[in-house]
């Protein structure tokens, strides 16, 4: 394939692969509500048999002892939350990443370029995972908001108590504490999918001794005008900075990017695992060229 056939090809290709993980993450964020609603029930509950006995016992008069045993009963609860969120996360990312890995070195195979790449194994997993990116890895950044419900909760029951408040109004700012929570969460899962899809394309692009890669924007009403800008740009990839000039530019970026072929382009041969090359007929699906080359996935909770 000449450049403007390969980008044309690449494009395609990479665009159905991100419609599933949109997808995937669109499902993980759904999980996430459905156990942020069980909580809030519960959350609730306590909050019913705490407030009866504040207005029993309590005469009006605000009582530290009143909070401290509904954060004391509701912590646990969150804490098992975002466990499950962790999970969840870890489990999309890494699939994420492993999958369009591997697809980057098939399609540039396809591409005609010939280079030697290295599997993946469940120490480089692990490490690309915990790479703090942006100032803290994805599980981080997770606690934080764990952190930051806990506060919010406490504080919005201290509140209500001391200012007198009806219970229902109380209910409704608790529930508006746990909204902003699931919201931040939302936010993560596809900033984070986005980011180990381009980070998989990046260290793609590095096995393959790609030189160059043209940004490309997500062309929809909500792209932002520095993704605009950044548009149809090439770059070096020795340049390369996410949130500079490689995607994530921003939360829920969904920009991506085009490998330069340039002056490596040739023949049909792909990549090589050893000492063997690896030929990727004009005929072979991915799952076929994965099977082959017995590239298996790893599973992301083990690493």
Known sequence: MNQPEFSTYWQKRTALRSTKY???ADNVSKAIRKAYVTNYNQLQKEMASIYAKYMKTGKGTY???YV??????????????????????????GNTYQNEFYNSV???????????????????????????WSGADF????????????????????QGLVQGQPYDKMIKNLADKMDVSYRQ????VKTETSHFMNQAHLDGYKEADIEWYQFTAAMEERTCPVCEGLDGQVFKLSEAIEGVNFPVMHPRCRCDTIPEMGQSHKGTRAAKVGDEWVEVPENMTF????????LAYLNPLGV
């Open 22 to 24: 949109w997808r995937d």
């Open 63 to 65: 009582k530290a002892a």
């Open 68 to 93: 401290k045993q509904l954060m004391t009963n509701i912590d646990p609860k969150l804490t098992d939350l975002f466990f499950k969120q962790n999970k969840e996360m870890k489990v999309l990312f």
């Open 106 to 132: 098939f399609d540039l195979g396809k591409g005609g370029m010939e280079f030697n790449f290295t599997p993946l194994n469940s120490n480089a997993l692990a490490k690309i995972l915990a790479y703090p």
């Open 139 to 158: 599980s981080d950044r997770l606690w934080d908001n764990k952190d930051k419900l806990y506060r919010d909760l406490k504080q919005t029951m201290t």
């Open 185 to 188: 969460a939302g936010v993560l």
């Open 287 to 294: 799952d076929e060229w994965r099977e082959k080359n017995k």
